[in-house]
Every structure is written in C-alpha cells, then in structure tokens.
C-alpha cells in the first residue's frame, strides 16, 4: 500500500506541475530510457492540444493505482476541463521515478473532485413492488448518524439507476456527492431498464413506471439504523421531478421534495419546441420536424384513446401514458402538499428551460417552504459549460455541478 501511496502522490504532482506549465520539472522524474523517448516540449505539446480540446482545466480527480508489474504501479489521474476531461496515465516505480506516461481519453466514467470515498460504503438493494422488483443502490455516509436520505428517480426514458449517458452518470455523481457530505442516497434502475417492453405495453403509465418503486424506496431508506426516518427527501430530475409530487402524495411520509429541472410545459409541446430548437442549431435535425410535429399532434388529439399503440405516437409510448400526462398538472398536485420544495434550474437547459417550465413553477408555487434556484452555467443534466447546449455536449465525460451538489447536500442536512 506505501508503494501505491508514494507512487499516487507522484503522479498527482507531476499532474499538478503540468496544469502550472512546468514541464521541465516533470521531465527531471522521468526514468532515462523514459526521458529519451518524451521530451518536455513533446509533452507540452500533448498537453496543450488537450486543453485545445477539453478547456481549461477546473479540477483534478482522484488518482486511481493499481500494480502494473515488477516494482511498478500505474496510475490514472483525471484532469477535468471546462468542456471534458482526459486522464493521464503514468507508471512509477518504488523509488518514485516515472517509468512511462501517456495521456489517454476520459472514456469512462470517472470520480469527481467532490468526492470522498472515505466518507461512505455502499451496497446494492432489491426494491420489491408489484407486480415488478427492480435493483438498486444504497449509498450510506459512515458513522452512527442518523443521516437524512434522499431516494433518487431519473428522467423519463429506459434509464438505469446512474441515470447513465454516454460516458456520464448524473445519479451517481450526485449520490456520492451528496454521501460524502452526510447524506444517505438510494438509487434504482427504472422498471423499464429491467423490462424494456414495458414502455410500450398497453396500459402503461407514467405513475405505473415511477411511483411503486419509489415508494419502495423511501420505506426502504426509512428502516435503515442509521438514518433518520423522519428526514427521507425524494429528488427527481426531469420527468423524475414531474412525478415526485405522485410520490408524496402514495407514501406521505416523504419530508420534502427536490425538483432538479423538473418539466412542467406539456409534454407534447416541449418535444415540439425542442426538435425546433435543435433543427435550428443542427440543419441534420430539420427532417424530424414534421414527424414530431404530426406526433405531437395525435397525442393531443382529444380522441386519443387508452388503448391507442404507441406507433405514432411521441416516443412510442402508449394511449394510455399520454392521456395520463395530459391530465396530470404536476404543479397544482405540488401546491397541495405541505412538504418543503427545492427547485433547482440550469440556465442552459433547451429541454426544460427558466421560461417554458420554472416560470409555471414560480407561478403555482409560493411561501418560505419553496426555494428556487438557478445555475445559469449548466444544461439539463446540470452540467457547467459555456455557449449553446446540443445533444452532442453530454457524450463527453463531465459532472454535475460542484455548487449543485453543495446546495443540495445543504437544503438536504438543514
């Protein structure tokens, strides 16, 4: 372990020297048959064409070891960027030197900077409801507590309990975000990443895909020893926070909500709106206007019926889904709980947006129990950046937004 100790510290030295431009220094590490084959000005170059790529750098993620051989331990450091990130990959050997570097594609995901894995212990779970179980996570902060908790539901689509796109997993940033500052999170795949046809199956519904499991959650979080059953939270993101007011009101024992760019604007109009707005940043997009649009137009269509299928209509879901969101006013169902509110926006977000769905909010949502806040810097997923956000952005590895982590571990432990 000393070995991989020592041999961490260096290479988040020679990381740090790096991001401070000190080229000649790190190269005085090198072993010399390294030294012979990268110069430091083969190295600057490397580097500067990643921050070319990726942006400044913002931070610099935990250094993972392993043993790499004889003597030797290799170790990633993730170096995160304004518009990415990268890791650099290094090899040192027990006397510290550095015996081979490389930087290398952030392809997976990887620990953000806000995190302590010291902090927590983590375990999976099975989430019983009918007529379904699906798996979860359970993240739990160490020591006796009793820690408040916080169930997790994900945004509309067959996701899991990441909440996983491309490289990047929201959900899992924020649960261990928000476990290494003292605060117990549940996490689960949706019943439709366990059983994809179900989406499509007549008969479903949007509370049929959420509002069982979730509640399963909560009464699972409840009877942990160490956290406070009375201080249970449920935070959605996207239609996971449409739905949470459902939650509340089939398991009111939930003590407070947390909506992280929950939409509000009918469904059906959004979609429309979005596909608008991505043809006019991506000429490509332009031919799914119209289908969208003829879409959008059969769900609104007041003779949908219950047991219409979901081919040609929006995202295939069935009759039966729409006719429920066509008459779920998720705002109105929010203002008759008597449960504190935390409404959080990026100001960046095309898909839930300040104007199209936190203004319903602010409107239908009033008193010293409901906060708002908006991070005008971050897109959908909550992620920091600059310029347009487009679809194209969440394939490069990022993670949520430091202050959205703090503020909610805040709101959460008040």
């Not at 020297?17 to 600057?44: C, H, K, N």
């Not at 290094?90 to 894995?117: F, N, Q």
């Not at 989406?199 to 909560?218: I, K, L, N, Q, R």
């Not at 935390?342 to 104007?355: A, C, I, K, P, S």
């Amino acid at each position: 372990m000393g070995v991989g100790m020592n041999a961490s510290g260096v290479a988040t030295a020679v990381v740090e020297q790096a991001r401070d431009g000190r080229f000649g220094e790190i190269a005085t590490r090198f072993s010399p048959e390294l030294r012979a084959a990268v110069s430091a000005a083969a190295l600057e170059a490397g580097w500067a064409a990643q921050i070319g790529e990726h942006g400044p750098v913002t931070a610099l993620g935990e250094p993972v070891a392993e043993p790499a051989g004889p003597g030797l331990t290799r170790v990633q450091v993730p170096v995160v960027c304004s518009r990415g990130a990268f890791l650099v990959v290094m090899s040192v050997d027990a006397t510290g030197t550095v015996a081979g570097l490389r930087l290398a594609a952030a392809t997976g995901w990887t620990k953000p900077s806000y995190v302590d894995e010291t902090m927590f212990g983590e375990r999976d779970v099975v989430l019983s409801a009918e007529p379904h179980s699906v798996p979860g996570t359970l993240t739990v902060p160490r020591g006796e507590g009793p820690w408040p908790g916080v169930v997790l539901l994900s945004g509309g689509g067959i996701f899991d309990r990441d909440e996983t796109a491309g490289p990047n997993k929201p959900l899992k940033d924020l649960a261990w975000g928000l476990a290494s500052r003292g605060v117990a999170v549940l996490r689960f795949d949706k019943v439709t990443h366990a059983h994809p046809e179900l989406a499509t199956a007549p008969g479903f519904t949007m509370s049929a895909e959420y509002v069982p499991y979730a509640a399963a959650a909560v009464r699972l979080l409840q009877s942990q020893d160490n956290v406070d059953a009375a201080r249970v939270f449920v935070a959605g993101h996207s239609m996971g926070g449409k739905v949470a007011p459902l939650v509340a009101i089939a398991e009111p024992s939930v003590a407070g909500l947390v909506l992280l760019a929950a939409d509000a604007e009918p469904m059906q109009e959004a979609a429309v709106r979005v596909v608008r707005y991505l043809a006019a940043v991506d000429a490509k997009v332009e031919a799914l206007v119209e289908p969208i649009t003829r879409q959008a137009a059969a769900v609104a269509d007041p003779a949908l019926s219950p047991s219409a299928p979901g081919d040609g209509l929006l995202f295939g879901y069935p009759g039966s889904y729409w006719l429920e969101l066509r008459e779920y006013d998720p705002v109105a169902t929010a203002a008759s709980l008597a449960v504190p509110m935390f409404l959080l926006q990026g100001g960046r977000d095309y898909q839930v947006t300040v104007e199209d769905d936190l203004s319903r909010w602010r409107n239908g949502l009033a008193g010293p129990a409901v906060d708002f806040r908006v991070y005008p810097a971050d897109d959908h997923e909550f992620f920091p950046g600059a310029g347009p956000s487009t679809p194209d952005s969440y394939q490069r590895p990022q993670h949520v937004d430091p202050a959205v982590v703090a503020d909610l571990a805040e709101w959460l432990t008040r």
